[in-house]
């Protein structure tokens, strides 16, 4: 019976308590998630919300199990001194350092998620290391969301509380050889337990969980971002890569169906100078131009400018963003790759030639030139406008004026656009891109301006009125300008941001974004409302289309000028599922096979409709459609055939 004593039964249950407690605050960080974010993962009902909370246990267990290995192992391995106070109060000072560094990642989502729409993962990395102003932004959240700090705050008190409320009695072990052996079964034990834990399953032949298990256990795609929580997302994202050939189809089949190479051939006169507005957060929901036949009770409309200059342009009230964040709206816009579960601007093929629109330009004779007001290389602008061949750079460096820098990202977008103005055209034909940047977090607008714009419902609604003032300043300028009258201007947003009606809380319309195109020169037939689908990546292949580029181009776009009959394959990601719309369907694929197939009218992606329809002509198609231009895209971007 000594053999039995020297187990070590007080210190096991003691591990097991402090364990316990990490998958309690969990519990409580998953719900304050849901509740701060509610309008955006519909719950219908408290079984469907214990159903979500359950299954986020299996990724808990892997999250606290990444965090507390080194706590875990430190607390059973035999060291003798194990229950002495000095090692305990070393064990508190390591358990609540990685845990309130973990937990606190979960408190930061309940913020970020309202703009990025998926939760935490390692691309964060890539974007916080192009910004020398994390500690201001972080700041500026703060201030701004304080009930996240607070509940923070206490929840990491109590946490403390509970964990000192069980201590453990110091005790030597008086027969080393059964405490080493009880020590060594636990150790082992533990190690096999945490192994099947981090992997999610203990059968071999199930793959570790990862981000797209999560909705499995969902009814909607939004809830799967409830079953996650944001350190897994996190650590299961870092050192990984998305980007793997695939094999679904055959060449011919690609060939046929996807179209990877268009030809227009059009004859001009004279080549257009090209003016291309990627306005930052820029949401169609905005936009009363965009909003006219949505009958959404008591719209209002927070871009009085851009509406005029819609009305007098062709516009396309259904277009969609091909990312989730800046740098994957220039991929997009400019040169026609989107940005699927990985971005492809952080992925390591991001360093390769690639025909776009600044390659046709240059090749044409245009001057080319990207201008963003920020510290130059911000959001890596700077060295992928390098790569896509942009002869010119025009950031805060060039602007050189600090005084109106807005003291967070960038300089205020009404003084960099007349800068724009008054800079671009010194060559031409030119093409020039201006990456706008008052309408976004902190949600400021100069000072001067205080009280000239409406409040709005939400953050957003004051600096993009803002934004739209900058605009219509800056056409007053280019107006007066000799290019104006022979230039095409183009308007989108790279991605969207909060949003206040529950049309655009739908999971698709949370890529909504708008898309203008306009001349004063009324050779180029800019006028019209088109309902058709379309999307960032069209914007290329649509521009080099009229600047009259009558040779093979790379896209997955296409035209939307042309008078050729294409049918749009609209692709992006809510950074774990592709989504396609495809004819009448959407078609949710998680890089193996179709996983969802849902009417184009469903934008919420509420009825799965791929049981009944798994038969139907049209559908089965489609999905071999899907998994034939993620092929192609795979193929393109890892073996750098995008030029």
Aim: charged fraction near 20%; charge should be positive.
């Amino acid at each position: 019976m000594k053999f039995f004593k020297e187990f070590r039964k007080q210190e096991v249950l003691v591990l097991l308590y402090r364990i316990f407690l990490a998958y309690f605050f969990y519990q409580i960080a998953r719900f304050l998630f849901w509740y701060f974010n509610r309008d955006l993962i519909r719950i219908d009902s408290l079984p469907d919300y214990l159903s979500l909370s359950f299954h986020g246990m299996a990724f808990d267990t892997t999250a606290i199990l990444y965090v507390n290995a080194l706590f875990i192992l430190l607390s059973v391995i035999p060291v003798i001194v194990n229950t002495k106070k000095i090692y305990q109060k070393i064990l508190f000072w390591l358990y609540f350092i990685t845990n309130g560094i973990a937990f606190v990642m979960n408190f930061g989502d309940m913020v970020y998620f309202r703009f990025s729409q998926m939760r935490l993962t390692s691309a964060a990395i890539q974007v916080a290391k192009h910004e020398n102003n994390i500690f201001k932004v972080f700041t500026s959240s703060v201030i701004q969301n304080p009930f996240v700090i607070i509940w923070f705050v206490l929840l990491m008190a109590l946490w403390i509380f509970l964990y000192k409320k069980v201590k453990i009695t110091e005790r030597k072990p008086v027969k080393l050889v059964p405490y080493l052996i009880w020590s060594v079964v636990v150790l082992c034990i533990t190690a096999v337990l945490a192994v099947g834990g981090i992997r999610g399953d203990f059968k071999h032949s199930t793959r570790p969980i990862n981000l797209v298990d999560a909705n499995r256990f969902a009814k909607l795609p939004a809830q799967g971002n409830m079953v996650l929580n944001s350190t897994f997302s996190f650590f299961r994202t870092l050192n990984t890569n998305n980007f793997k050939e695939v094999h679904f189809v055959d060449e011919r089949f690609i060939a046929e169906n996807i179209h990877p190479y268009k030809l227009y051939e059009r004859k001009i006169t004279e080549k257009p100078n090209i003016v291309i507005f990627i306005v930052e957060s820029f949401g169609r929901e905005y936009s009363g131009a965009f909003n006219k036949d949505k009958n959404i009770k008591d719209y209002v409309s927070y871009t009085p400018f851009i509406d005029s200059l819609a009305d007098q342009s062709l516009i396309f009230h259904n277009t969609f963003a091909n990312g989730r964040q800046s740098i994957h709206g220039m991929s997009s816009v400019l040169a026609g790759v989107p940005s699927l579960t990985d971005a492809f601007t952080s992925s390591p093929y991001s360093n390769q030639k690639i025909q776009s629109i600044v390659s046709v330009c240059n090749e044409l004779g245009y001057d080319t030139s990207f201008y963003h007001g920020a510290p130059n290389g911000s959001m890596g602008f700077l060295g992928f406008g390098n790569i896509l061949g942009f002869k010119h750079y025009f950031g805060k460096t060039e602007y050189n004026n600090d005084n109106d820098f807005d003291g967070m990202w960038a300089i205020w977008d009404e003084p960099f656009l007349q800068y724009f103005a008054k800079t671009t055209g010194k060559k031409q034909p030119f093409m020039a891109t201006v990456f706008t940047a008052s309408s976004h977090h902190p949600f400021k607008i100069p000072e001067k301006y205080n009280g000239k714009f409406k409040k709005g419902k939400n953050q957003m609604h004051e600096p993009i009125q803002y934004t739209d003032y900058a605009i219509k300043k800056y056409f007053e300028t280019a107006k007066k300008q000799p290019w104006f009258k022979n230039t095409i201007f183009v308007f989108t947003g790279d991605h969207t941001n909060e949003v206040y009606y529950p049309e655009y809380e739908k999971i698709m319309n949370r890529f909504a974004v708008p898309l203008i195109f306009y001349s004063p020169n009324s050779e180029y037939h800019l006028k019209g409302i088109n309902p058709e689908f379309a999307q960032q990546i069209d914007i290329y292949p649509t521009l080099a289309d009229l600047i009259g580029y009558n040779k093979k181009i790379r896209s997955w776009g296409r035209s939307l000028v042309s008078e050729k009959q294409e049918a749009p394959v609209i692709a992006n990601s809510d950074g774990s599922v592709e989504q396609f719309i495809i004819g009448n369907y959407i078609y949710r694929f998680d890089g193996k096979e179709v996983v969802g197939v849902f009417d184009k009218t469903d934008l919420g992606l509420e009825e799965n409709l791929l049981d009944q329809l798994k038969t139907n002509p049209e559908v089965r198609k489609g999905m071999l459609v899907a998994e034939a231009w993620y092929q192609d895209y795979m193929d393109r971007v890892i073996n750098r055939k995008l030029y």
